[in-house]
């Protein structure tokens, strides 16, 4: 199972606000760059956030990270209907099974 | 920009080896910086990381698969390569190949291949 938890599933209507949390330990957030990934349904997660709260090349501004402390959270406002997806938080974890971690995985639900 | 492709047998056979190939187009493997990837997720679960290779062919691997996994890399073929061994059902899964970029975040990925163990 998963060193990163994440809630199982957050819903909000069109236009709204949802926030995702990733909560781990000092072995892995606490000490490393938190990254997020986003699943449309049947394709390859595709990188939304990287070292915590930078967003890559066509990524629009509606998606956010932050981290604090041992734990880290995905931000999306103005919620679309293609925003329905899987998404994952991920870090390293140097703890004695030392290696590439992902979180639990969210599902949001546009209402 | 870089694009990865799977390739391989969708369906093994119980305590056979598992292999497949991610061949990389629109850059070199031997970039550095970069460690190429394999991440597996089960049917309708999560994410689980295998592991890497470097283009030096420097290998790290998830502590929980260690003993039945390799990586190798052939960097003539701009291609590298997973087996997983002694595979069970447990095993059947959608194979990802992804670029791990400075071994901070994982971009991009290829689309994924689903692998069935079962005889």
């Known amino acids: 199972q998963s060193v990163l938890t994440q809630p199982p599933s957050v819903s909000a209507a069109p236009g709204q606000k949802v926030t995702i949390s990733c909560s781990g330990s000092?072995?892995?957030?606490?000490?490393?760059?938190v990254s997020w990934y986003q699943q449309l349904p049947g394709t390859a997660p595709k990188l939304l956030i990287y070292?915590?709260?930078k967003r890559p090349s066509g990524i629009p501004d509606r998606f956010s990270g932050s981290k604090s402390g041992t734990s880290a959270t995905l931000g999306i406002t103005g919620l679309q209907t293609g925003d329905e997806a899987d998404y994952y938080c991920g870090t390293w974890d140097s703890s004695l099974s030392a290696g590439k971690v992902f979180g639990t995985g969210t599902k949001v639900t546009v209402l | 920009q870089v694009q990865l492709q799977e390739s391989g047998p969708g369906l093994v056979k119980p305590s056979q080896t598992l292999s497949l190939t991610c061949t990389v187009s629109g850059g070199s493997i031997s970039s550095g910086g970069y460690y190429w990837s394999w991440i597996r997720q089960h049917p309708g679960k999560g994410l689980e990381w295998i592991g890497y290779i470097y283009y030096s062919g420097s290998t790290y691997y998830n502590p929980s698969l260690k003993s039945r996994v390799t990586i190798s890399v052939d960097t003539s073929k701009n291609q590298f390569s997973l087996k997983l061994s002694s595979v069970t059902a447990a095993d059947t899964a959608v194979y990802y190949c992804a670029v791990d970029r400075w071994s901070l975040w994982f971009d991009p990925w290829g689309q994924g291949t689903l692998v069935t163990v079962s005889s």
């Open positions: 000092s072995s892995n957030i606490g000490n490393n760059y």
């Open positions: 070292e915590n709260n």
